[in-house]
């Protein structure tokens, strides 16, 4: 059979105009001004470096100066800004600080958050310090740092918001609940926000990781064997920023995200499987 006038042409132009929407979100990222929360290391810090090398103009938050200066090092012209997103004040101080280095961002990425593995059966259950901080800052921290910097997304032409959620505010880890419950109200809030923002030139995204081989699981008697090396995990979430997706599920992310749609109970089994 014939193919039909201009289909080959047609698949060639249509493969070309995806590569360079592809190299524009990538220049984006290049010419941009991004700050980058729980950047003192694990995710945070990596993302923070992927975009550094590309050219952008790169702002790293957390709460220890310290760890924060010790990536900037590594990084001559990243820009350091000492905010604890759990506290409403360090966050006005630290956008204030933000402000004060660029006029305008082009990307926000929400990386901080704290994993607690919590009993509440056990003889001494988690108290209630253990159980707000983690609220505070994987989930209401997140949101105040957006609502801060929103005025700031908006004097860029363009701009986006990027959530780092969880596979597991898909289906939960029993042994994490209150980390699993935030990142389910983080996905719910991510959905939300991009409707609100539908028309406007934020784009908000949710990346989905898998368990990542990072400092966040310290609380572990050891690094899951299902753990994600870094770099792999880095390459695939950049790969999936560049190509403009507003969810970038990646690894077991992507297991749990369809998973939950058709046999929940069959995988929280699974991932909940000796606890």
Do not use: C, W
């Amino acid at each position: 059979m014939e193919p039909r006038d201009g289909g080959v042409e047609d698949r060639h132009v249509s493969k070309l105009s995806g590569l360079e929407e592809v190299d524009e979100m990538a220049q984006r990222f290049a010419d941009g001004v991004v700050l980058v929360t729980g950047a003192s290391s694990g995710i945070g810090a990596g993302i923070a470096a992927r975009l550094h090398a590309r050219g952008a103009r790169v702002i790293i938050a957390g709460r220890n100066r310290e760890r924060l200066e010790s990536v900037a090092a590594r990084h001559p012209g990243m820009s350091v800004v000492v905010m604890d997103v759990a506290d409403p004040e360090s966050v006005t101080r630290g956008l204030a600080e933000v402000a004060a280095v660029s006029p305008h961002l082009t990307t926000l990425i929400n990386n901080a958050g704290i994993q607690r593995l919590l009993d509440f059966t056990a003889v001494m259950p988690p108290g209630p310090a253990d159980i707000v901080s983690e609220i505070a800052t994987n989930f209401a921290g997140l949101i105040n740092v957006t609502a801060a910097a929103l005025p700031l997304l908006r004097r860029a032409p363009r701009s986006r918001v990027v959530h780092v959620g969880s596979g597991l505010g898909f289906v939960p880890y029993a042994k994490a609940p209150v980390y699993s419950a935030t990142k389910a109200a983080v996905h719910s809030f991510t959905v939300s926000l991009r409707r609100q923002l539908a028309g406007s030139a934020v784009q908000v995204v949710e990346i989905i990781p898998p368990v990542v081989d990072t400092p966040l699981h310290r609380d572990m008697p050891s690094v899951p064997p299902m753990a994600m090396p870094l770099e792999r995990f880095l390459d695939r979430a950049m790969r999936g920023l560049d190509a403009g997706k507003d969810e970038i599920p990646i690894g077991l992310g992507r297991v749990s995200q369809i998973g939950v749609r058709v046999a929940p109970k069959r995988l929280f089994s699974l991932i909940n499987r000796g606890n």
